[in-house]
């Protein structure tokens, strides 16, 4: 385990499972329709790239970069679209990656603006769901897991752009920003 890990939260072997199993029901939910799966950089990358090749439809992958304005640790409902998407969604399947879900903001936002572009379905998966923080309702319709309000780093998560490359998710130490 990484130095600054306290514990370990989704090991590698769970999140294999968890692959598989939500690969399973999207599978099974869109019967060989093809589909667009849209990648919320950065976080959500590695858990899209396992994901997408255990699909058997006919997948394209497009790429969204948001940030939510002033966020330190909180985020206040409004969110910057830094890189949108090349593809067109309209009349298309689109399903949107996470890594993890926190007030709900950005999913809402994301969800509603491919809505508005006339999306066939907006389906979101996220591989973390923090349901203690939720300020938005937004309907998930595929959730890895349910984990408590502590500090996630690992297997795309960050803190200051450090511990992506983790292959499971862990909780940091609190000496390391509480320095
Ligand atoms: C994280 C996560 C979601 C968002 C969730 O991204 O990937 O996009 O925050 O928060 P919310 O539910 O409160 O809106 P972050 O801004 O940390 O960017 P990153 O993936 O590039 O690290």
Avoid at 51 to 72: A, R
Avoid at 106 to 131: N, S
Avoid at 132 to 149: A, L, T
Wanted: proline share 3%; glycine share 6%.
């Amino acid at each position: 385990m990484h130095k600054d890990v306290e514990s370990i939260l989704v090991s590698e072997k769970e999140i294999e499972e968890i692959v598989l199993r939500i690969a399973g029901e999207i599978n099974k939910n869109l019967n060989g329709e093809p589909l667009l799966v849209v990648v919320i950089l950065k976080g959500s990358t590695p858990f899209a790239m396992d994901l997408i090749k255990k699909l058997d439809m006919p997948v394209e992958i497009d790429f969204m970069q948001v940030s939510s304005y002033g966020k330190t640790t909180e985020s206040n409902g409004f969110i910057n679209v830094k890189r949108d998407l090349e593809q067109d969604v309209t009349g298309k399947n689109v399903l949107i990656v996470e890594d993890i879900i926190d007030s709900g903001n950005t999913l809402y936002k994301i969800k509603a603006l491919f809505q508005d572009r006339k999306a066939k379905t907006v389906q979101i998966c996220t591989l973390l769901d923090k349901p203690s923080r939720r300020v938005v309702d937004v309907n998930v319709d595929y959730v890895g897991k349910e984990i408590p309000d502590e500090f996630a780093i690992g297997y795309g998560l960050d803190y200051c752009e450090h511990y992506r490359n983790l292959p499971y998710v862990g909780v940091l130490k609190r000496s390391v920003y509480e320095k």
